[in-house]
């Protein structure tokens, strides 16, 4: 557990359960490409984390 304390910011914990309900949704859309999914994920939690902690080095990594 010391890892979560250490490396995961709290506050950005919720951006793990949106990305998964948005990737679910994602993968059920029938013209949706599998291989265009994880690009699509990984642009939207790095602006959610953007949007929920702000610009700041801890945000980025």
């Known amino acids: 557990m010391e890892f979560l304390y250490d490396?995961?910011?709290e506050q950005a914990l919720i951006v793990v359960p949106v990305?998964?309900?948005i990737g679910q949704a994602l993968k059920n859309t029938?013209?949706?490409?599998?291989w265009l999914i994880p690009y699509i994920l990984l642009?939207?939690?790095f602006l959610f984390t953007i949007g929920i902690m702000g610009i700041n080095m801890h945000?980025?990594?």
């Open 43 to 45: 642009l939207l939690g």
């Open 59 to 61: 945000a980025i990594v």
């Open 30 to 34: 029938p013209k949706m490409q599998n």
């Open 7 to 9: 490396y995961i910011i």
């Open 19 to 21: 990305l998964l309900v």
